[in-house]
């Protein structure tokens, strides 16, 4: 499919995908969005597996969260930036809460390093703007992933954890787009929103 569009409007636009039933005037079995801002098309071309999710399948979320992705080849580095949440739900019904998040990197299911961000006072609608790197090998890329969990400061000094977000090749949905979007434009931070799971 070809559309004419002029480079400025790149910035502006989104790719819509969906797949439809056979049946006539049948809903969207499943549907992915890519913001062509996040791709360097006019340096070269994008290619990537794009997981189409159910438009109607209600998800347990407890908010969303603004992430961004780069990898560093040269310095083996993986830089995640998180940067606000949004609507957030507090765990146990309570009325209000301190956030902060935890990034934890995986491997293989295991976890092998932890950073996580300030706490913000009482907001629901926090901004974090934290860089947090990682050295990671290039070899080791295909088996790592990110577990984002925002969690809730505690009067005691414990944590309750709000919610999560799982990034990386084993991971779904969003998860999975992401990080594929990241390799495919090295060097270039991808911004992504992710809903956030209840645990």
């Given at each position: 499919?070809?559309?004419?569009?002029?480079?400025?409007?790149?910035?502006?636009?989104?790719?819509?995908?969906a797949a439809f039933g056979a049946a006539e005037g049948s809903a969207p079995v499943g549907a992915a969005e890519l913001r062509l801002c996040d791709?360097?098309?006019?340096?070269?071309?994008?290619?990537?597996?794009?997981?189409?999710?159910?438009?109607?399948?209600?998800?347990?979320?407890?908010?969303?969260?603004?992430?961004?992705?780069?990898?560093?080849?040269?310095?083996?580095?993986?830089?995640?930036?998180?940067?606000?949440?949004?609507?957030?739900?507090?765990?146990?019904?309570?009325?209000?809460?301190?956030?902060?998040?935890?990034?934890?990197?995986?491997?293989?299911?295991?976890?092998?390093?932890?950073?996580?961000?300030?706490?913000?006072?009482?907001?629901?609608?926090?901004?974090?703007?934290?860089?947090?790197?990682?050295?990671?090998?290039?070899?080791?890329?295909?088996?790592?992933?990110?577990?984002?969990?925002?969690?809730?400061?505690?009067?005691?000094?414990?944590?309750?954890?709000?919610?999560?977000?799982?990034?990386?090749?084993?991971?779904?949905?969003?998860?999975?787009?992401?990080?594929?979007?990241?390799?495919?434009?090295?060097?270039?931070?991808?911004?992504?929103?992710?809903?956030?799971?209840?645990?």
């Amino acid at each position: 499919f070809c559309v004419p569009l002029e480079p400025a409007a790149l910035e502006e636009n989104s790719l819509r995908f969906a797949a439809f039933g056979a049946a006539e005037g049948s809903a969207p079995v499943g549907a992915a969005e890519l913001r062509l801002c996040d791709l360097d098309l006019p340096a070269r071309p994008f290619t990537a597996w794009l997981y189409l999710q159910d438009p109607n399948k209600t998800v347990d979320s407890v908010g969303e969260i603004l992430l961004s992705l780069s990898y560093l080849p040269t310095a083996e580095r993986l830089t995640v930036v998180v940067v606000k949440a949004k609507n957030l739900v507090w765990s146990n019904g309570k009325g209000t809460a301190d956030p902060f998040v935890k990034v934890y990197l995986l491997q293989d299911g295991r976890k092998i390093s932890k950073k996580k961000t300030a706490v913000k006072r009482d907001d629901p609608n926090p901004v974090f703007n934290e860089a947090m790197i990682f050295s990671v090998p290039a070899i080791v890329l295909q088996e790592l992933s990110l577990r984002v969990t925002v969690a809730e400061s505690g009067e005691d000094g414990r944590a309750d954890a709000t919610g999560h977000v799982l990034i990386g090749p084993a991971a779904s949905g969003m998860g999975i787009t992401h990080w594929h979007q990241m390799l495919a434009t090295l060097r270039k931070p991808v911004s992504m929103w992710h809903t956030v799971r209840r645990n």
